[in-house]
């Protein structure tokens, strides 16, 4: 028998951090031969792949107990209970809950209705496991209705962590030596909003640093553009321990395809965001999410998705061919065909790797500080891979010296 519970993560960086949460109730509660995935439903195909990791993992794990949750779970738990290899669903509140694992129900679904949940709790990680660097979770949910997403019916309204809670847990993932931390959410640019005084984000960035001193490397999630204000943009540019890499989720390049994904900004406000940033802090690289073949999107409207791209130049790109969801009204919407979809999304990453590459170029002969993810790879202050001379321990920092590019990776050699 398994001593040890398993944890299957799909999805985001704040799944990372909630697996983290759920080992460590289910490791207090005792529990023995279960597996829990949790899932993802940004996409059909994140879906799919978690349907497809459940019936292997039966198939390994005869007698394990299998629990699904994450946001597939929360959004359509029938589904999931349906499959003969799952012995329980639980939804996204539920599963942060140590008393679901101590005292576990006897229902098949243990789902609540996420839309009534209004706190976020605080919870005190030491460790991922098998990672260099530590999420944080720093805030919940999304009050936004952009017409392709299906996550805030998964994730609920936005909520966040009180500051103190957030120092707590960085202070105990510094103590348990982890160089960089990450700030995670479903929307972190909406921090703040429901709390007493409603400290915004670069407000509680600014605290986060001043309250541990200890902490090396913080990099944020991806951002919302129209939240990125002035207090955010000067503190981006005057921090040092702020990592120079920025990813903002941009969705289009399009005016009419942005209002009609009902996005709250425009392409011009991308660029000038991108623009300020740059004239604070010229080493920032930047990275966009993007959706090719969006609903009515013409070869036109893509053509400018991919002008603002290059204009920008976005070399950390994630490009999804658009997936229509179900009960959003962009799956209502006059629909592109997929190959035209998948084809644009092609093109978009090319763009995206010829911009990467170009960086990678520019930076060759320079100095880096690296985080080490596996012995003798790592990544620079601004999120480029980096191929070491010689292994290294997982999660040290690392001089640098870069001397040439081999397969879209950074050729380093670490300084005596």
């Known amino acids: 028998m398994t001593s040890e519970p398993e944890i299957v993560t799909f999805g985001c960086r704040l799944n990372t951090y909630e697996s983290e949460v759920m080992r460590g109730h289910a490791r207090a509660a005792g529990l023995t031969d279960t597996v829990i995935v949790n ?12 349907r497809q990791a459940i019936r292997r993992l039966r198939r390994q794990r005869p007698s394990a107990r299998i629990i699904v949750t994450g946001c597939a779970a929360q959004i359509d738990p029938g589904a999931f209970a349906r499959m003969a290899e799952v012995d329980q669903v639980l939804g996204n ?18 789902v609540d209705d996420i839309m009534q949940v209004r706190e976020t709790a605080g919870h005190l990680v030491s460790g991922f496991e098998g990672r260099s660097r530590a999420f944080v979770e720093v805030q919940q949910g999304c009050d936004h209705r952009c017409t392709f997403c299906i996550i805030p019916f998964g994730r609920g309204p936005n909520r966040s962590v009180p500051i103190g809670g957030i120092v707590a847990q960085v202070r105990e993932l510094v103590a348990a030596g982890y160089r960089e931390v990450v700030l995670t959410g479903v929307d972190i640019a909406s921090y703040g909003r429901d709390l007493p005084g409603r400290p915004a984000l670069a407000q509680m960035i600014r605290r986060l640093l001043a309250q541990v001193p200890e902490l090396e490397r913080l990099r944020l999630s991806s951002l919302d553009p129209v939240e990125v204000d002035d207090e955010l943009i000067a503190l981006i540019g005057a921090e040092p321990r702020l990592m120079p890499h920025v990813h903002l989720s941009v969705q289009a390049g399009d005016d009419l395809i942005l209002k009609r994904m009902k ?5 011009a406000q991308v660029l000038d965001v991108v623009r300020r940033i740059r004239e604070l802090r010229p080493d920032v690289a930047f990275g966009a999410d993007f959706i090719a073949g969006f609903p009515t999107e013409t070869e036109a409207m893509f053509a400018n998705s991919l002008r603002l791209a290059q204009e920008c130049g976005f070399t950390h790109l994630h490009v999804f061919p658009f997936s229509p969801r179900p009960g959003t009204p962009a799956a209502r919407m006059p629909q592109v065909p997929a190959e035209t979809a998948r084809e644009r999304a092609a093109r978009l990453r090319a763009a ?12 060759v002969g320079g100095a880096a500080r690296v985080l080490v993810e ?5 990544r620079s202050e601004d999120f480029l891979p980096v191929r070491l001379d010689r292994p290294l321990p997982p999660g040290s920092v690392a001089n640098v010296r870069l001397m040439g590019i081999e397969d879209m990776e950074l050729v380093g050699e670490v300084a005596a």
């Open 39 to 50: 899932t993802c439903a940004v996409t059909k195909e994140a879906e799919r792949q978690a």
């Open 352 to 363: 995206g790797d010829a911009m990467m590459a170009a960086l990678l170029a520019r930076r």
């Open 374 to 378: 596996q012995a003798a790879l790592g």
């Open 263 to 267: 996005r709250r900004h425009l392409g």
């Open 93 to 110: 509140a539920e599963k942060m809950r140590a008393e679901t694992f101590a005292s576990p129900a006897q229902e098949r679904i243990v």
